[in-house]
């Protein structure tokens, strides 16, 4: 029984190094990461009624106040184009 020791022994090492790997599976999670916003900010227009003088007639008024809106929507746009490039999602 003695003899029989050392080969048990050695059986068990051979046996040990016979036996599979484990598997490694590797798997692919997306996690939101934040990044900084590098849109620039539009510059203000100036409006056309903040340069009115005092006396103004009404139809001067109303060309200002109605150049004025068309003007303020296209910067209203420029910001919103901005924002969305800011918010949309990063692949």
């Known amino acids: 029984m003695h003899r029989s020791a050392p080969i048990f022994l050695m059986l068990a090492l051979v046996a040990g ?7 490694v599976e590797v798997q692919q999670v997306k996690v939101p990461v934040p990044v900084a916003c590098k ?5 203000r227009p100036v409006m056309p009624t903040e340069g009115l003088s ?9 060309q200002a106040a109605m150049a004025e809106i068309e003007r303020r929507e296209g910067y209203e746009q420029q910001l919103l ?3 969305r490039a ?3 999602p990063v692949y």
């Not at 849109?39 to 510059?43: A, I, L, N, R």
């Open 54 to 62: 005092p006396p103004v007639t009404l139809d001067s008024f109303v």
């Open 39 to 43: 849109e620039p900010v539009p510059e």
């Open 17 to 23: 190094c016979a036996a599979k790997p484990p598997v």
């Open 81 to 83: 184009t901005g924002l």
């Open 86 to 88: 800011c918010t949309a």
